[in-house]
């Protein structure tokens, strides 16, 4: 049963994630952003500075239009994805493959983290709209609150990475699986690297981590009937 929940759940869900964000990448990128980026909401969330952050919500029709984001992300969203990255978690207890229940408790631990700091993101995300709401030449912007923002940013990022990484275990279990194993290993290094150089204009890669998760969601659907369940499921 939880291999159908599976993978009807993943396909939706990364189905509908990359008919939103997609066509964006087909349009001429909005100025200002990072080598490669398209979308100016993950930019603002890696912002360095109040300068970038103005920059990002004025790029997104300004602070209503971010205020509206953040509202479903947090209604709509961080549920849906934390909830398919559950359902995963708890797929994978059935399976055969080594370590399964831990995968499946770490899989689930980390998506719960990953959607507590997207909350959290999105909580100093409004701390700065609301600054900037005060004074839209940036001065009330506090460098403090900028960095406290992308610090959660990076945090739900990398625990993104991480589950992208675990979920790659199990689809290397068998040959028709290999594909989507090596789309979730490729999708967890790109966010690392992008994390790891977003400082030295590499931001644009978390974005590119970001497709590359949709698109293994909605191929997951092909790939989970190839790895193997206790007892043969």
């Known amino acids: 049963m939880w291999s159908w929940i599976a993978r009807i759940f993943t396909f939706v869900v990364g189905a509908l994630m990359l008919c939103v964000s997609l066509p964006k990448l087909f349009r001429p990128a909005p100025e200002g952003l990072p080598r490669g980026a398209h979308l100016p909401g993950i930019s603002l969330e890696l912002a360095l500075d109040p300068r970038e952050a103005i920059h990002f919500i004025n790029l997104q029709q300004g602070p209503q239009k971010v205020l509206d984001g953040l509202d479903r992300d947090d209604h709509a969203v961080i ?25 499946g408790v770490l899989v689930i631990a980390a998506a719960l983290l990953a959607g507590y700091s997207d ?30 923002m992308r610090g959660w940013s990076i945090l739900k990022w990398g625990l993104l990475a991480t589950v ?9 279990a068998g040959p028709r699986s ?33 497709y590359l998760m949709v698109l293994a969601w909605l191929l997951t659907f092909a790939g989970i009937g190839a790895v193997p369940g206790r007892g043969g499921s």
């Not at 549920?79 to 995968?103: D, E, M, Q, T």
């Not at 090596?182 to 974005?207: F, K, N």
Request: net charge positive.
């Open 164 to 172: 992208t990484a675990l979920l790659s275990v199990p689809f290397f």
């Open 119 to 148: 909350r959290r993101e999105n909580q100093g995300i409004r701390s700065i709209v609301a600054q900037y709401q005060k004074d839209p030449g940036g001065g009330q912007i506090q460098q403090d609150t900028v960095d406290h």
């Open 178 to 210: 290999l594909p989507i194993a090596v789309l979730y290993l490729l999708c967890a290094l790109t966010y690392t690297v992008g994390l790891i150089g977003h400082r030295a204009g590499l931001a644009g890669l978390v974005e590119w981590g970001f």
């Open 79 to 103: 549920p849906v994805y934390v909830s398919l990255l559950v359902v995963l978690g708890i797929w994978l207890f059935g399976r055969s493959v080594p370590s399964a229940r831990v995968l």
